[in-house]
């Protein structure tokens, strides 16, 4: 026999495509040729196979080798393919029987000595050679425990190339995955750490309960970081299908912890202020890899110092804020990434950042609006809460005060705000206050009384918002009623809404 096939899988973004790996012995002179779309790294695999075969105890067939691979539109990004295409040619010698591994989808990178090693994005592959109808998958002894919370899926694991060729023979035996890992959020800094900013501490849950973007701005020492540093602990922790997500996004970026199981955490990043664009939105040569806002996703992004941000830098964040999702096109195709975060951004009222604040600024009044300008206007109106925080006083830090409340405290009502809003938009599918469409907010059942509405339709009249921010006021309404345990928000909770958004009492 001179042809055989087996499975694998590649990934387009976070996508992942069942792919027939083919290999063809034909008479001729000694070459192997790799076709389907394959980029340097799979052009390569080529030396990694043969070295790998040879060194795991067999003979490398002299002949033409006409690797192909299945669909041949589909770009093929990565070593994942190693152990497939070392499969496929042996088993076109017509020595390797491979009954064995019929609908098996097998994945993994070879050494040179035979090892079989860990992938990137091994998660989202198996999830969707499980979509496939593949029922069971062989992966990378260091990938097994990745692999095993996909349910489904029968997952075995390799450590080298010898083993599966003399599991195939009937020699020997797979790898099982190790046990699961108990899934327990790990506790993260705590708010009652926190010293004053009663106010800060306010618009932060608020921003958790809703989903809401949140601006910090106040002098060094105010707190701003920390609580930055606290908003995922007062996030609920991630359902199975948010955690897969999750995990999914951070095997492809190589970040999950080797032996982890799902994320239940949700994840918090924070890039220093020289990060570039497609460090932030995501890029790189060939298909583009996850940027920080999507390694955030289901979390939040934390912007210190964003003012010293570059201004491309913040803009393309822009489109991400409003659509949940980043949309990379590049000369091999287009890539997608869920992008649905919290982005809080953290700021110093000018760049001299006196902690006395005004009293003591030595920036003329032009320096402090072009320091402000960084954070273009269409990015600040997007963020939901733009808070103004004080430098703290002695009483706030040396003074026994009653204890402030906990994270666990405010998270407890975080969750049952959280549940509010899912049980009441459950009908339409949206999650949280900060996803709802403005036209549902401002039509029956959901519209609110033109009474408890004036002061906000009186700021669209004069300018003094956008219509994008009159439905962003109206969310952060909803989501202080939903705090404060009622149905619907009063005129209290609007007029709350619009210090929060604009900062006018």
């Known amino acids: 026999m001179s042809y055989a096939k087996v499975l694998c899988v590649g990934l387009v973004g976070v996508t992942g495509h069942l792919v027939e790996v083919e290999a063809d012995l034909a008479a001729g002179l000694p070459a192997v040729i790799i076709s389907g779309l394959p980029d340097t790294t799979l052009h390569e695999a080529r030396d990694r196979v043969r070295a790998a075969i040879v060194n795991s105890g067999q003979h490398w067939p002299n002949r033409r080798i006409t690797v192909n691979l299945l669909p041949a539109t589909l770009p093929k990004v990565g070593s994942g393919f190693d152990l497939a295409v070392a499969t496929a040619l042996l088993g076109g ?9 019929d609908g098996v989808a097998l994945l993994g990178e070879l050494g040179l000595d035979g090892t079989v090693r860990p992938v990137r994005g091994l998660l989202p592959m198996v999830v969707a050679a499980a979509r496939a109808g593949v029922t ?21 694991a390799v450590d080298t190339l010898h083993r599966l060729i003399a599991f195939i023979r009937g020699a020997g035996e797979l790898l099982d995955p190790p046990p699961p890992k108990p899934g327990a959020v790990q506790a993260g800094p705590d708010l009652a750490d926190v010293a004053g900013q009663a106010f800060g501490k306010r618009a932060l849950e608020i921003a958790a309960a809703g989903g809401h973007h949140l601006a910090l701005i106040g002098p060094p020492g105010a707190g701003k970081t920390m609580l930055a540093e606290r908003l995922p602990g007062l996030l609920p922790a991630l359902d199975d299908t948010a955690a897969l997500e999750v995990s999914a996004l951070h095997s492809i970026a190589g970040v999950l912890p080797p032996g982890s199981a799902l994320l239940r955490r949700p994840p918090f990043q924070a890039p220093h202020h020289s990060a570039t664009v497609a460090s932030l939105v995501g890029g790189g040569s060939g298909l583009a890899r996850p940027g920080a806002v999507s390694l955030a996703h289901h979390g939040v992004l934390f912007l210190d110092e964003a003012p010293e941000f570059h201004s491309r830098v913040l803009d393309s964040l822009r489109q991400p804020l409003e659509k949940g999702r980043v949309l ?35 920036c003329p009044p032009v320096v402090r609006r072009r ?108 989501s202080i009623a939903d705090l404060d345990g009622r149905a619907r928000p009063d005129s209290a909770d609007i007029d709350e809404a619009i210090q929060l958004r604009t900062g006018e009492l």
């Open 93 to 101: 010698t017509g020595e390797l029987p491979l009954a064995p591994v």
């Open 136 to 156: 069971q998958v062989v992966v990378p002894a260091a990938n097994a425990a990745e692999a095993a919370v996909v349910p489904g899926v029968r997952v075995k």
């Open 328 to 362: 990379i096109t590049r000369a091999l195709g287009v890539t997608e990434y869920p992008a649905r975060c919290q982005l809080v951004l953290a700021a110093n009222p000018c760049p001299c950042a006196r902690p006395a604040g005004d009293q003591f600024c030595e």
């Open 371 to 478: 320091y402000r300008n960084r954070l273009s206007g269409p990015l600040m109106d997007r963020i939901d809460l733009q808070v103004s925080l004080t430098a703290l006083r002695a009483v706030d830090l040396m003074t026994n005060q009653t204890p402030a409340e906990p994270t666990a405290t405010v998270a407890a009502r975080v969750a049952a705000a959280r549940e509010a809003a899912r049980q009441r938009w459950a009908n339409q599918g949206w999650r949280s206050n900060s996803v709802v469409p403005g036209p549902a907010l401002r039509r029956p059942p959901w519209r609110l009384p033109a009474g408890e509405t004036a002061a906000l339709r009186r700021r669209l009249d004069v300018g003094a918002i956008s219509a994008r921010g009159f439905d962003r006021i109206l969310r952060l309404a909803w």
